[in-house]
Structures are given as C-alpha cells and as structure tokens.
C-alpha cells in the first residue's frame, strides 16, 4: 500500500518541482531560492530524502551557472548530513554529483572511483524496490559505464551495461537514460567490429534525446558523449545534426559554459571534416565564449556566495526553531529548553502534593572511545538506542531529555523514595540485555552507563540547577569508582552531613 503524503508535502513536492522547471527556463535565482525554502521545510519536516534532493538540486544550479565551486560545496556538504543523519544510501546520490565533476575535468579514474562510491552506497539500501531508488543505481551503472569507455576498460563497461538494461525496462524509469546506455552499447560494439548496431540505434537515440533530462547538465554531458561516439565513427552528418539540435537548446538557456560547449563541438567537426578557414572561426569564437565566460563566473561566484551566507541563515534558523519547539534533532527527546520548562512545572507539582522529585543524570561509559572505534555514525546509533531505553524506563512515571553530548536528564515525581535505584537498575539491566560491544572500553567490553541521582520531599527547597547539581555530584561518585554503577543521594544524607 502507498504512504498518503499529506497536504504540506504535495505543496513542497510541487514546488520542488517548479524550481526544476526553473533551470530549464533560465530563471536560475527564482530556482536557488525554491530550494533554499524547500530545504528549510524539508528539514523540519525530518523529510531527508527531499532535504537531500533539494541539496543536490542547488548543487546542479551552482555547476549549471559555472559555480562549480559552490557546486562541491553542496555535495560534500550534503555526504557529511548523510553521514550525520546514517543515510548511507542517499550518499550514492551526492558520489554521483561529485564524480561528475571530476568527470567533466576529465579525470575518469578518479571519477569511476566516486561513481562506484555511489553504486556501493546504493547497492546496500534496503528500499530496492523504491522507483527513486532504482533511477539513482541506473545513473551509477551509466556513470561508471562511460568512464569504462573512456578508459579502455570495454570488458568492464559491458558488465555494467548489461545491469542497467536489468533496470532501465521497469516500468516509469526515464527515456532520456536510452541516449547514454546505447551511446555506450554502441562504442563496445564499433571496438568489436559492428558498426550497423549504431547505424540501427541513431534515430532511436536522436529522438529519446529530445525528451525532457532531468537537468541542463544532463543534456550536455549526453551530447557530449554522443559527439565523442560519432566522431569516433566517422559518422559526420549525424553528428552535425547532433549539435545543432544541442545548439538550438542552449540559445534558448542562454549558459555560457553551454555556449563554449557548443563552440568546442564544431570546433571537433569542422577539424574532422577538414573545413579549416571555419575552424578557425570557431576558434575566435570560442576565445570570445571564454572571456564572456570569465566575466560570467565571477558574477555567479558573488551570486553563489550571497546564496551560502542566506543557507546558513536558514540553518540557523532550522536549528533555532528545532530547540525552541523542545525536541532535540537525533534522539527526538526533549531538550534543555524542554528540559527547563516541564521540570519546573513538575518541581511545582511535587510541592502542591508533597511528593517526592528524582533528577537523575546518565553518562555513558567510555563513548569517546566507542566514537573513535565505531565512527561517529554508530555513536549516534547508540545514543538513540540509549534514549529508547531510558524512555522506556520512565514511561508514564517521568520525563527523559538529551542534556548534550551523550548525557541524559531524567526527572520524575514520586511517592517512594527507592525509586531512584529502582530506575536505575531498569535502565542498566535493559542495557546489559543489549549486549552493545565497545571493545575499546576502560570499563566493559560490552556498553556500560553510570547514573547519579538525588531525590527530596523538599522540592521547593531546591531550584531545578541546584537538583541537577546534586545528581551530578552523586555521578561523579560513580565515575570515580571506576563507572558502569549508579549513585543516588537522598535529601537526608544532605542534611546529615550539614548538621
């Protein structure tokens, strides 16, 4: 059964798609900002597929208007949100975009290297069956194909050609791929001898190549390889009528980095046909393409970096509204605003009925070292599992909230005051239950916590900073006993020790 998306997200599905359209039109500001709004929505919404095309989307722009800095900017930005959020699938994505710009520097080794990245990441997703998904392994597949070819690696190009055709006949994959997987299928074929196979594709590829690409980029990089091919085949007609259809596209976009393309292609044709009073014109021409460009990149650089200050606003402010609406992003517990507002309300309740208040700080043992042994991506595995637990432990009686890094507050209202060391063992033997290795621990080779409380009838004696204090210091009992315990100090063992 297909998830029903809601009302807000048809909205931004939609606009997400008119600031596609935007590319193709030219209106290249009207589609950064689309997407720098998408973003922010798609983040509050924990939409990560979205955020993430919506990041790859402001990437394209950036490249498409020759800010390929910017560009990279995006792309490694968006493989460390992935990283951050273990998305590991959607970072087959950002490889592909990455790659490509090694690729259009003509660096194919090195951009084969990232395109197998992205068909890594993708391999090991989980959603095969997603539609999405299947697009984005055929674009990796195509990706390493025609860097096969431009290596010399013909054997190795067809393998990947043969996984693609397992893909591309499923039912809603785009026609504008056929251009490249048969531009592809076709140079195997002229290295094996056959030249009718291309004479029996040209059409069929000429017309899938006027169907809508994704982006102006994808349209240039599969003229660019349909050039190369019939070049290699001698076949100069065809591929006359090839660029000129590419021309006709680009006066329409008004690129320049498209207008030097399309300069540097009948610079490659009338050099093979051997018209060289016009391939010298060209050549004035594409010198004139370079210095418009230049002028070009440096009006976009100061675009594109105005562009950066206003995503890093919008980050700001995603972050700003995330911790005044009390969640924190990757446990999804509440936060230290969260924190301060419900605990004193409930202080306030446990001195209405004289009830007991237990504040109850959590620390797990060694997770620096678990970091450095498992990666930050596994620490943040952990500090969610931790969460369920202790959320679990509490449930119906308390609060639970993130107070940062790996620490936890948990703060309940009680009538017995062994609730402390009841809580505590739950918490610590669902934990053991686990079994979470950290080889690398001082401790335990399993996850350990350590646990400080204080729990007091007097509540209204105490600020809530003066409750946490006390727990702290019943933590740091724990720790200095060589951790994986818990401690819980109660208000008569305060005023003891005072009197």
């Not at 290249?28 to 919506?54: G, L, P, S, W």
């Not at 490659?268 to 010198?287: P, Q, R, S, T």
Request: charged share 30%; proline share 1%.
């Amino acid at each position: 059964m297909e998830k029903q998306i809601t009302k807000q997200e048809k909205i931004l599905n939609d606009a997400f798609q008119h600031g596609r359209d935007c590319i193709w039109s030219g209106e290249y500001d009207r589609a950064i900002h689309i997407f720098e709004e998408c973003m922010a929505q798609f983040a509050t919404m924990d939409n990560y597929v979205m955020y993430v095309r919506a990041l790859s989307a402001l990437g394209t722009i950036f490249k498409e208007i020759g800010s390929r800095d910017m560009a990279m900017d995006c792309y490694l930005r968006g493989i460390k949100y992935i990283r951050d959020h273990n998305l590991p699938s959607l970072g087959g994505l950002f490889y592909q975009n990455v790659g490509n710009c090694f690729f259009e520097l003509k660096d194919f080794k090195r951009a084969k290297e990232l395109f197998k990245l992205g068909e890594d990441a993708l391999s090991e997703d989980e959603i095969v069956d997603s539609d999405r998904h299947r697009q984005w392994l055929l674009i990796a597949y195509l990706n390493i194909g025609v860097s096969n070819i431009h290596l010399n690696e013909y054997e190795e190009a067809k393998k990947y050609m043969e996984l693609a055709e397992k893909i591309l006949p499923l039912e809603k994959s785009p026609e504008y791929f056929i251009p490249v997987l048969e531009t592809i299928k076709s140079f195997i074929k002229l290295k094996e001898g056959d030249k009718d196979y291309l004479t029996n594709k040209l059409d069929y590829m000429f017309d899938a190549l006027k169907v809508s690409q994704e982006t102006p980029s994808d349209f240039s990089f599969t003229v660019n390889e349909m050039v190369s091919l019939l070049l290699e085949a001698q076949r100069y007609d065809d591929l006359l009528r090839v660029i000129q259809y590419f021309e006709s596209v680009v006066e329409r976009l008004n690129l320049p980095l498209m207008r030097l393309e399309t300069a540097e292609m009948y610079m490659l044709y009338y050099k093979a046909i051997g018209e060289h009073a016009k391939y010298e014109e060209m050549c004035v021409k594409h010198a004139q393409y370079c210095e418009q460009l230049s002028v070009s990149e440096r009006e976009e650089k100061i675009r594109a970096l105005n562009v950066k200050v206003e995503l890093e606003e919008i980050r700001n402010r995603i972050s700003d509204d995330k911790d005044k609406s009390g969640i924190d992003g990757l446990t999804r517990l509440g936060n230290r605003h969260a924190m301060v507002k419900m605990s004193n309300e409930l202080i306030d309740e446990c001195v209405a009925t004289n009830d007991y208040v237990l504040v109850m700080i959590t620390d797990v043992d060694c997770f620096k070292e678990y970091n450095d042994t498992y990666g930050h991506v596994g620490g943040d595995s952990v500090l969610r599992q931790v969460a369920d637990i202790i959320s679990g432990a509490v449930k119906r009686i308390g609060n639970v909230f993130r107070f940062g890094g790996d620490e936890f507050v948990v703060v309940v209202k009680t009538s017995d005051d062994k609730q402390g060391e009841l809580l505590a063992t739950r918490i610590r033997n669902a934990l053991q239950h686990l079994a979470i290795k950290n080889e690398n621990s001082t401790v335990k080779s399993t996850l350990t916590l350590s646990i400080g409380g204080f729990i007091t009838k007097n509540a209204g004696d105490y600020s809530l900073d003066e409750l946490l204090e006390r727990a702290d210091e019943a933590l740091y009992k724990v720790k200095e006993n060589g951790k994986n315990d818990y401690h819980i100090i109660k208000d008569s063992d305060i005023k003891d020790i005072k009197e």
